[in-house]
């Protein structure tokens, strides 16, 4: 009995510790804080909270790609040590325990940064977090279009451009027409162009389609250019083209056309009818022709009368 009673107590230690160990009341990071991409020449803040729950603080270290540039130690007068480091420019004023400020960051500003807090004696824990932060060299200029005519018709094809200002890291380009994403089968990818002793990167991005009746909206076809930075850059450019109106062809205009006021039989009625004066007129005058000859004949000639044949038609019809 008192054996059994042995092992039980030794169990429940066991259970005890083991729920001890998993319940640490010990140093722990609560969170810290590493913006991922900022900009060039701007103030930039880094936080690191922790909860020491009882023990006392040793240190505060800050790390960039695993040099250390900046220590915290509260018993130490003044508490705040600087390491100079390349691309790093520490606010000592606006610095603490729980952030430090860099000033003008650069392109050399890059890179991870890691903060690891320390305890005191006796148990000297250490804990340690890490985050990336990227300097954007923001673009010199807009997103420019080139290549593109003022007017196109059906059929033609689109050959045109998007060049990016230089920036480091490159600019993003998408394309865009009327609003929608440009298909990945009509746009063109060209290598980065790198230039300038900070290595600043310029995109240059094609687009290139056959003109169909669908990609004009109310006669006209907008192309935009859209460049990115993660979020701290976003930046358009947008042309506005024409599409050339089709001249339509002449009507021909028919033969038969009806005069407004009548109907084709009523036009060949017409005409039949001013024949059939035109012929009576010009019988009449070759009768009257024909009747004075032969009486200016008569009354000269000692001959017989001239008579004219019976078969003779004075044009009455």
């Known amino acids: 009995m008192e054996f059994m009673l042995r092992n039980i107590i030794i169990s429940l230690l066991i259970f005890v510790f083991g729920l001890a160990k998993d319940i640490c009341f010990c140093l722990r990071l609560t969170e810290v804080r590493i913006p991922n991409h900022v900009t060039k020449n701007s103030t930039v803040q880094l936080e690191c909270h922790f909860d020491l729950n009882g023990e006392a603080l040793y240190s505060v270290k800050w790390y960039k790609d695993g040099n250390e540039f900046y220590r915290y130690v509260p018993r130490d007068n003044p508490p705040a040590q600087l390491f100079l480091l390349t691309g790093v420019s520490v606010d000592l004023l606006n610095s603490t325990a729980n952030q430090i400020v860099l000033n003008n960051v650069t392109l050399a500003s ?3 940064y890691r903060c690891e807090v320390s305890a005191e004696a006796p148990s000297f824990q250490t804990v340690s977090s890490h985050g990336d932060m990227v300097v954007v060299a923001l673009p010199d200029t807009d997103p420019k279009i080139t290549g593109g005519r003022p007017r196109y ?25 009327n609003g929608e994403v440009a298909e990945p089968s009509i746009v063109r990818r060209y290598d980065t162009v790198i230039t300038g002793r900070e290595g600043l990167e310029t995109t240059v991005l094609g687009l290139e389609f056959r003109v169909r009746l669908r990609h004009f909206k109310r006669g006209d076809m907008k192309l935009k250019c859209v460049a990115t930075i993660a979020h701290v850059y976003w930046k358009s450019n947008e042309e506005s083209v024409e599409g050339d109106k089709q001249p339509k062809p002449p009507a021909l205009e028919s033969k038969e056309t009806l005069h407004p006021n009548g109907s084709r039989a009523d ?7 001013s024949s059939n004066h035109r012929r009576r007129f010009m019988a009449r005058v070759v009768t009257n022709v024909l009747l004075s000859v032969v009486v200016l004949l008569n009354s000269l ?17």
């Open 110 to 112: 890059s890179g991870r």
């Open 153 to 177: 018709q059906i059929g033609d094809i689109v050959r045109v451009n998007c060049t990016s200002g230089r920036s480091k890291p490159a600019a993003k380009l998408t394309w865009f027409i």
């Open 267 to 273: 036009r060949q009625e017409s005409n039949s009818s």
């Open 301 to 317: 000639s000692s001959v017989s009368p001239v008579v004219l044949p019976r078969s003779f038609s004075i044009g009455r019809r």
